[in-house]
């Protein structure tokens, strides 16, 4: 559940709680205190930001895509096929770099 934080003057920020795998099926799903903004996502081992972990910049390009989609990149699809993954999404920051490109996995 993501909560709205207001930062004033540097930016407004969604934050919470959500699960983050690393880029092959060989990571585990590690929970990660997330916020994003306006230029990104950013996320952390913990709620006070103190132990930055990544940030994924927001392009206007960058697509958002639930598992259950049949568009949904990459590993997508196994996750969606887990019981507990059926709300999961695949953060694809920039669908023109090629086959190689990262892909960001949150549920």
């Not at 709205?4 to 003057?9: F, G």
């Not at 880029?23 to 994003?36: D, E, G």
């Not at 697509?63 to 997508?76: E, G, T, Y």
């Amino acid at each position: 559940i993501l909560r709205r934080r207001d930062l004033s003057v540097v930016q407004e920020c969604w934050q919470g709680w959500l699960l983050k795998r690393g880029p092959t099926l060989a990571h585990r799903w590690l929970r990660r205190w997330c916020c994003l903004s306006k230029a990104g996502l950013t996320y952390y081992t913990d709620e006070d930001c103190s132990d930055r972990r990544g940030t994924i910049r927001i392009k206007s390009v960058t697509k958002v895509v639930p598992f259950r989609d049949r568009q949904a990149p990459k590993d997508s699809i196994k996750h969606f096929l887990e019981p507990s993954r059926g709300c999961g999404f695949a953060l694809d920051a920039d669908p023109y770099a090629g086959k190689d490109r990262r892909i960001f996995y949150f549920d």
